[in-house]
C-alpha cells in the first residue's frame, strides 16, 4: 500500500504537464477550438483530431496554458535520440561560457520508475513514447490503459491526484493499447531533407544553432536534423506560465524542432507569433543574445535566414502513411476491438470525478 502511494505522488508530478489536456477534455462543452471539434464530439476524439496539423488547443482555465500540437512524425523521429546525446548536450552550469545553459529534465518511467531524460512536450516532461501515448490515452482522451488509471477513491481537491499509475500490473502486453499503438507512431518517422550548407551557416552565425542543434544522433548513431537539443532553457519573463511543469520552471520550455515551420497554426509553445520574426523576437533569456544578433542582420541576410527556416521540412506527410490517426476512433478499434461506445462513455462519466478534483485550483 505504502508503495503504491508513493507511485501515486510521482505521477502526479509527471502528469502535472498534461494538466492542460484535461481541460481540452472538459473543452468539448467550452473552451476548446470548437471548429475542430465541431464535425465529432469528445467521445469521437482520435489522435488525428489534434496531431494531423499542429494546432492550439486551448487550456482555457486558471493558468493553464494554451499548447500546440505538433505532427507525429517529428515525435516519431524524437523517440529515437539516443540518451547519450541528452548528457553529451547538457551544459547546466555553463561550463563553456556561451550563457547557454541548456539542462535535462529528468523524469521516471511509468512502468519500471527509471530516471530517464524527459523528451517530449513542451517542457520534457515525459521521458517514452509509451508513457506520452499512456497519457493521451487518458487524459485526451478518457480511456484507461495498462499504464495509467483513473483511481477508484473518491477525489478531494487537497488530493494530488486521480489518475494513478496502473502499478506492476501483471497484464502488460504486447497486445495493450500502448504496446500498440507506439510502433504505430514509430512507424511514421522518415528522415528529413538535409538543409542548404550556406543557410545552415548563417543560422549557426546568428547564434540559433546553440540551443536549435541542426544534428542529433539517433540510437543507430545517425545524425537526425531535428534543429532542437531537446533540453530545457530558461526562455525569459516573456515567454514565462504562472506555473511550473514536471521539473521544468515557469521560463523554461525544450527547444522546439524547427522542421515543418510553415505547417503550423502558430508558433511557440501556445501558438501565440504568427511569423518566425515574432517568434523570434519574443526569445529573451538565454536566447537574448541571439535574438539580438538576429534582429541586426541586415535585409538580405534576414531574408535568407527566413527562406532557410522555411525550407526545414518534414518529410511530406503525403508520403506518410497517417491514415490509422486520420480515422475518428480509429485508435479505439485499435484498442478495444469493436467500437464499444458504452465503455468510453463510462470512462467519461469518471473523468467528470476524476478532471475537477485533480486540477481545480
Ligand atoms: C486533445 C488534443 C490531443 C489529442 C486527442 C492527442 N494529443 Fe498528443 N498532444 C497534444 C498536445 C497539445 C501536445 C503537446 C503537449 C505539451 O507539450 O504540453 C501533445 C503531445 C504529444 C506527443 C509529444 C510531442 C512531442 O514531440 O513532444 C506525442 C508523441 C503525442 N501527443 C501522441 C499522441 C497520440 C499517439 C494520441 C492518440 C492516442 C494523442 N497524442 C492524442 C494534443 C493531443
Ligand atoms: C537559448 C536557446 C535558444 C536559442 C539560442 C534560440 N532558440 Fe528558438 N526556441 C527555443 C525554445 C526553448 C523554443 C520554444 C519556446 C516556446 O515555445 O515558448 C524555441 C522556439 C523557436 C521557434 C518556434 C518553433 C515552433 O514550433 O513553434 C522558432 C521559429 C525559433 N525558435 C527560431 C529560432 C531562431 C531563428 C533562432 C536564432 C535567431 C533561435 N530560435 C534561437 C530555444 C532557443
Redesign the pocket.
Known amino acids: 500500500m505504502k508503495s503504491k502511494r508513493g507511485l501515486h505522488y510521482c505521477v502526479a508530478a509527471l502528469l502535472a504537464?498534461?494538466a492542460?489536456?484535461v481541460f481540452?477534455?472538459q473543452g468539448h462543452t467550452e473552451a476548446l477550438n470548437q471548429p475542430m471539434f465541431s464535425e465529432r464530439t469528445g467521445d469521437h476524439?482520435?489522435?488525428a483530431?489534434?496531431?494531423a496539423h499542429a494546432r492550439v488547443?486551448r487550456g482555457g482555465k486558471a493558468g493553464l496554458g494554451n499548447?500546440?500540437?505538433?505532427a507525429?512524425v517529428?515525435?516519431a523521429l524524437?523517440d529515437t535520440v539516443s540518451e547519450a546525446h541528452f548528457l553529451a548536450a547538457a551544459d547546466p552550469f555553463d561550463r563553456d561560457g556561451d550563457n547557454i545553459s541548456g539542462r535535462v529534465a529528468w523524469v521516471l518511467s511509468l512502468p519500471d520508475q527509471r530516471a530517464v531524460p524527459g523528451?517530449?512536450?513542451?517542457?520534457a516532461?515525459?521521458g517514452t513514447?509509451e508513457d506520452?501515448?499512456a497519457n493521451?490515452?487518458i487524459m485526451?482522451?478518457g480511456l484507461e490503459n495498462e499504464l495509467l488509471t483513473f483511481s477508484t477513491e473518491a477525489c478531494e481537491s487537497d488530493k494530488p491526484g486521480c489518475v494513478v499509475a496502473a502499478g506492476p500490473q501483471a497484464g502488460a502486453q504486447a497486445s495493450d493499447a500502448v504496446h500498440r499503438?507506439a510502433p504505430e507512431?514509430r512507424s511514421l518517422a522518415r528522415l528529413p531533407a538535409l538543409p542548404d550548407p550556406e543557410g545552415l551557416q548563417l543560422f549557426t552565425d546568428t547564434g540559433c544553432a546553440a540551443c536549435h542543434h541542426p544534428y542529433v544522433r539517433n540510437t543507430e548513431g545517425e545524425a537526425l536534423p531535428l534543429f532542437t537539443d531537446l533540453l530545457l532553457h530558461d526562455m525569459g519573463p516573456g515567454l514565462a506560465e504562472d506555473r511550473t511543469v514536471g521539473s521544468a520552471t515557469r521560463s523554461e520550455w525544450r527547444t522546439a524542432?524547427l522542421l515543418g515551420l510553415n505547417q503550423k497554426s502558430g508558433l511557440l509553445?501556445d501558438g501565440r507569433a504568427a511569423t518566425v520574426k515574432q517568434a523570434v523576437e519574443a526569445h529573451g533569456g538565454e536566447a537574448q543574445y541571439s535574438t539580438t544578433r538576429f534582429l541586426a542582420l541586415s535585409e538580405t541576410k534576414m531574408l535568407a535566414l527566413l527562406r532557410f527556416l522555411r525550407g526545414l521540412q518534414k518529410k511530406e506527410s503525403r508520403d506518410v502513411d497517417i491514415s490509422w490517426?486520420q480515422r475518428p476512433f480509429r485508435?479505439a478499434s485499435l484498442v478495444h476491438g469493436p467500437l464499444d461506445h458504452d465503455h468510453v462513455e463510462r470512462r467519461h462519466a469518471d473523468r467528470a470525478v476524476a478532471r475537477c478534483s485533480r486540477f481545480c485550483l
Open positions: 504537464a498534461e492542460a489536456f481540452a477534455q476524439l482520435s489522435c483530431d489534434c496531431h488547443i499548447r500546440r500540437s505538433d507525429l517529428v515525435s524524437i523528451r517530449f512536450g513542451w517542457k516532461s515525459v513514447l506520452q501515448i493521451a490515452l485526451d482522451m499503438l507512431v524542432s509553445h490517426i485508435f
